[in-house]
């Protein structure tokens, strides 16, 4: 998988899928996308929105599960980015190779991608909460009991009010308490953060001590 950004940045991704698949070309090039943009971050940051990104690709499959408009739902969850954080970013499809150095000269790089690459959520570092998991879901919670359907980029704002440093973790009475272990099964996991001058509350959950994973939005 060739890839360049700008004129100093380039090089070789060899994609190996856990999982193999008729389509396992398209998978790799949506997984190297994802891999560069969020993991290599070769724009020098995560994006947190397509304003002012473009992407070249070579399928047009990727610019059709990003419109919405696949069949392919095989593709679907390694689209996720191209649907949720990057939503309307431009897209080209171009079978050109002149904007590449000779293949020979550019460095290789090995990625392999398990099952779980193939996820409907971000991961974002907070510097009150460490690394949180964004389900699809808490977005749909946050727009619905937050911002309201006409937010023009709900997903931003989300994750905008998370990266705000002052957000504290807040006691948990009995009632939610209660309410919490009988939808989660337990309520020793569950975390509930928000902002002292705010009534949003954000329902955290951790059972991996890697990270959480932001589940719902409400507020008081």
Known sequence: ?????????????????????????????????????????????????????????????????ALGRSTKRFAQQYAVPLTTRLEGIDIE??????????????????????????????????????????????????MERVVGNGAKD???????????PELEQVPLDAKVLRHKEAKYGRADNVQIWGHPSSSTRFVVLRENPDHGVLVTVFRR
């Open 154 to 164: 709900p997903r931003l704002s989300l994750q905008m009010r998370l990266m705000n």
């Open 93 to 142: 499809v171009s079978q050109s190779r002149a904007w590449l150095p000779a293949e020979e000269e550019l460095p290789v790089e090995p990625l392999y991608v398990q099952k779980e690459f193939a996820r409907d959520y971000d991961m974002i570092e907070t510097p009150s909460m460490g690394k949180v998991l964004v389900t699809h879901h808490a977005v749909e919670q946050y």
């Open 1 to 65: 998988m060739l890839w360049r950004t700008g004129s100093r940045r380039y090089g070789v991704l060899e994609v190996t899928l856990e999982e193999g698949h008729d389509e396992s070309d398209l998978l790799a090039e949506l997984a190297a996308i994802k891999h560069l943009l969020f993991d290599r971050q070769v724009f020098d940051r995560a994006p947190v929105s397509a304003r002012g990104y473009k992407l070249v690709v070579s399928k047009g499959a990727i610019k059709k599960l």
